[in-house]
């Protein structure tokens, strides 16, 4: 965690976390005795937390003992989206339209939002969908090919839906 914990008459900051909107409870991450700007105030391990609202708190005490407090909520995402293609289905022959191209649909699902879906291709990136419905207008060639869809959330969690053939005639 970044940031500047610094007055003219710093005595010392801490920084805790607590679950939930109005926390019963903090944990002290870091204290310090010398003030920072700019610069790493505490390290917070969150992969092993449940996924949730937690408020972060900087206390920043002065040497006549006043206090300052900031507060910051943050959403720990843990959780990888779900992905799953309905279009093409696993092995479905399609017929190449005279346009030469085809629509790919694949439904992704997050707690918290999906980024985007990455398209691949024959193991090559062949474009992103960013907004439901998740389409690719895919310009496609004749001949078996496979496809793997990859979700992104806003946490940066990614999933597969898996590899695919499917056939082009």
Known sequence: LRGSATAADFA???VQ?????????WVTLAAGEAPVEDGVLATWETTT??????ILRLTLVH???RV???LLQVTVDNTPPQVQ???PAPNQVLLL?????????AEADDTYGVHRLIWRVDGRAVGESRVVPYILLWEATRGTHTLEVIAEDWAGNRASSGEMRFVVR
């Open 12 to 14: 010392a900051y801490r």
């Open 17 to 25: 976390v607590g679950e939930g909107l109005n926390p019963r409870a």
């Open 49 to 54: 937390l449940p996924d949730g609202v937690y």
């Open 63 to 65: 040497q006549d003992q």
């Open 68 to 70: 300052e407090t900031a």
């Open 85 to 87: 293609v309905r279009l």
């Open 97 to 105: 339209p005279s346009n030469g191209v085809l629509s790919l649909y």
